[in-house]
């Protein structure tokens, strides 16, 4: 408990068993608080959430066997979006491991290919420095879950602390400042561009280098566009935005991707939603990317400039060099590309109708910005409801849209929203739902209301697992096969029923009065819309085509 206090752990998400019990003990002799989750996988997400929303390493604690592995897709989540997150596990005691004894599983073994690095404890002695590496390992270089695997003895042993300083682990060494010879050569390419666009991601929030990017965004005029991660790491409302490229981007971004003479990829991955088809992505394009792992770099997309090092850094380096070499930047010979990009937002801008007496998902959301004032810390489920949250809710600060990018989980976004809560006690959390996903951790409602946690859910049901049925109706001519939840629950009185207000709209009319009244309960809020049934997320990019060939309706 001595290293948590250290690492300035204030919560830890958890489910107690048998083998951690006495780790739960110590926990309430301390004021560090503990949040009783209804599922280890909720704890996982959780974690995610807080650390998400807050901007530190967030923390759980589950038991051995199945407490241990239903943490797993937690921690794929947190690995492939890189969000630091330590997961403490129960374990048998050492000498029981290898005897299949009772909840007893490989957890180092299972987690070892969704972790940036996990332990098994050995030693009571081992156990301050194996935690402060956790935590080191945990927020360092590219951020990621770190696991560490507690025996029962060795939980129950004693031995003599002292504080430990910050690890030195010599194999282990991120590169945080680039190297001013590539950045010399960016400066070439970027005063050479005529179409330049700066194509930010994850990396930029998790640097804290949004106001960085901003800065150096308006120092060289180049239009911004971002990923789902990156969203919120450059301002939404800014003349220079472009909305998120890729799968389901605006028609501008993918365009200008299309067409750009210069990418500069911030902290992005380049993953295979954003891209489309490889050999046809940025075809026109010199590619500078930056990034803090090296592995990331020319990994999907070869690149012409690679800068290894912290988001942050770099830019502040690019945006020094610019001032030492007093570079100037032709903004009238920008125009032409401007222009192009207005026309492009000018005549296929995301758009929907709402008329007739069907509420279209869209209308929530932007009704939903509208009423929060785009200030509201936004958490999502995966499918068509984290898209339209996407495209029509607009972020204008980091760390305030928490989504499953990477493993795309279903089931993330509500115990994402309870960590967030926490993290941020005076922040609106709303979390974006389906009625398929919501129900995945719907549980989670307990602790919501246990500790009073104003966590607000807006589910957009349609009555389908909407984003495969929107596959099957576009590729599979309507064969609505295991897609359509013929039995769901009255989601108002599934609330009702854990002591939280539940709330339903099946009318366009009554989409404003019931957020107002949802946004404004002191409690957690179930708000239940009923929307069109067969909606779909437009623009579209069919799987393996170039992300320029979109379906727009």
């Known amino acids: 408990m001595a290293v948590l206090k250290e690492e300035g752990v204030d919560t830890v998400f958890g489910f107690p068993g048998g083998v951690v019990i006495d780790i739960f003990d110590e926990l309430a002799r301390t004021d560090i608080k503990h949040v009783l989750v209804r599922h280890e996988q909720g704890a996982a997400h959780a974690a995610d959430g807080y650390a998400r929303a807050k901007g530190s390493v967030g923390v759980c604690l589950v038991t051995s066997g199945p407490g241990a592995t239903n943490t797993v897709s937690g921690l794929a989540s947190s690995y ?16 029981l491991i290898g005897n299949d004894a009772f909840q007893e599983v490989d957890i180092v073994g299972i987690t070892r290919p969704c972790t940036k690095h996990n332990y098994l404890v050995k030693r009571t002695e081992d156990l301050a420095r194996v935690l402060k590496e956790a935590f080191h390992i945990a927020r360092s270089g590219r951020p990621g879950p770190v696991l560490v695997d507690l025996p029962k003895d060795v939980s129950q042993g004693k031995a003599k602390y002292e504080p430990l300083p910050t690890p030195e682990m010599p194999s282990y060494n991120p590169t945080y400042k680039p190297h001013i010879r590539q950045l010399r050569k960016a400066i070439g390419l970027i005063m050479e561009a005529e179409r330049p666009v700066i194509f930010s991601g994850g990396g930029v929030i998790l640097s804290g280098a949004s106001k960085e990017l901003t800065q150096f965004a308006r120092k060289v005029q180049a239009p911004v566009t971002a990923s789902l991660m990156g969203l919120g790491g450059f301002p939404g409302s800014d003349p220079l935005w472009l909305g998120m490229p890729g799968m389901h981007g605006t028609y501008r971004a993918n365009m200008a991707i299309g067409a750009c003479d210069l990418l500069i990829g911030v902290g992005v991955r380049f993953d295979d939603r954003v891209t489309g088809k ?20 020319s990994k999907n997309i070869p690149v012409t400039v690679p800068i290894v090092g912290d988001c942050k850094n770099a830019l502040r380096g690019l945006s020094r060099l610019l001032r030492e070499e007093k570079v100037k930047i032709d903004k009238r010979g920008r125009r032409p590309w401007f222009k192009q990009i207005e026309k492009w937002k000018s005549t296929t801008p995301l758009k929907y109708e709402q008329k007739g007496d069907v509420i279209k998902p869209q209308y929530v959301i932007e009704k939903l910005h509208e009423l929060t004032k785009g200030e509201a810390i936004i958490t999502t489920e995966v499918g068509q409801n984290q898209m339209w ?35 941020c006690p005076d922040k ?43 596959w099957q109706e576009l590729f599979y001519e309507r064969r609505y096969i295991a897609t359509d939840l013929q039995i769901s629950p009255d989601f108002a009185k599934v609330a009702e029923a854990y002591g939280a207000l539940g709330l339903k709209a099946t009318k366009p009319e ?20 009923w929307v069109a049934r067969e909606e779909c997320v437009y623009p579209m990019v069919p799987a393996g085509a170039a992300i320029t060939d979109m379906l727009l309706a």
Do not use: W
Not at 451 to 470: A, H, S, T
């Open 278 to 297: 490889v050999d046809t992505f940025a075809p026109h394009a010199k590619i500078i990317h930056i990034d803090i792992d090296p592995t990331s770099i």
């Open 80 to 95: 492939m979006d890189s969000i630091p997150v330590v997961c403490l596990t129960g374990q048998v005691p050492t000498a």
């Open 389 to 423: 949250a996407a495209q029509y809710y607009h972020f204008d600060r980091p760390n305030c849209f928490i989504t499953s990018g990477g493993l795309g989980c279903m089931g993330f976004g509500f115990p994402a929203a309870i960590g967030a809560q926490v993290a």
């Open 510 to 529: 009554e989409v404003v009065p019931m957020l107002k009244k949802g946004l404004k309960s002191p409690g957690p809020a179930f708000m239940d819309f």
């Open 428 to 470: 609106m959390v709303v979390d974006v739902a389906g009625d398929g996903s919501i129900q995945m951790n719907i549980q989670e409602l307990a602790t919501a209301v246990q500790y009073k946690l104003p966590v607000k859910v807006v589910i957009l049901n349609n009555g389908y697992l909407g984003m495969v049925r929107q």
